[in-house]
């Protein structure tokens, strides 16, 4: 008697993976197309002084990357939240590129004689805080 050999379930089999893996290829693909790659901007490194002089505070860029003029400064005086953006007039920009450098200065000048105040630099594009105090 002659066994006879049933070869009909490896190709179910290989018919089953092929089919699996044409599916996921074209999800991954559907995917990358379709879903946009979102990339994390870091935060910038930066060095920043503050100091109160004659009724102005006064922030200092002492070292690191350059902060655009995106970025903002969340005052509080006294309890009153104040927001001052990172731009002219507030900002003594020396090289005129719109950017806070090394050196450069914020000056926001207001009444706060015996008053506390609490300084909040905020990057805009990379949602960070980069100085308090």
């Given at each position: 008697m002659k066994s006879k050999r049933?070869?009909?379930?490896?190709?179910?089999?290989?018919?089953?993976?092929l089919l699996l893996g044409i599916a996921i290829g074209l999800f991954s693909v559907v995917y990358s197309i379709t879903i946009p790659t979102q990339t994390v901007q870091s935060s910038p490194s930066?060095?920043?002084?503050?100091y109160i002089q004659n009724e102005n505070i006064i922030l200092?860029?002492?070292g690191g990357e350059s902060i655009s003029t995106d970025s903002y400064i969340?005052?509080?005086i006294c309890g009153n939240n104040t927001r001052v953006n990172i731009s002219t007039p507030f900002l003594s920009d020396i090289n005129n590129n719109n950017e806070w450098d090394l050196g450069e200065k914020i000056l926001y000048d207001t009444e706060i004689q015996g008053l506390q105040v609490e300084a909040t630099v905020v990057n805009q594009?990379?949602?960070?805080i980069l100085f308090t105090g």
């Open positions: 049933n070869d009909s379930a490896i190709s179910e089999i290989l018919s089953t993976v930066v060095t920043i002084f503050g200092e860029h002492y969340l005052l509080e594009p990379s949602n960070s």
